[in-house]
């Protein structure tokens, strides 16, 4: 998996919980994929600009 596509599911997933606490969103993402994930990591690949039309997730 690509840093864009992590980033596209991350964003995803901070949506579709607004407010989430960053270390709740990595539970959820790695109970999702499988793929583990640091805090910082998290909250880089969201705060990197996209392609995407929306804005990232704010954490």
Sequence with gaps: MNRPELRKQLQ????RYPGIHPYTLVLRFQAQTGRVLTVQQVKQLLAEPGNDRDQPAKL
């Design 12 to 15: 995803a997933l901070a949506r």
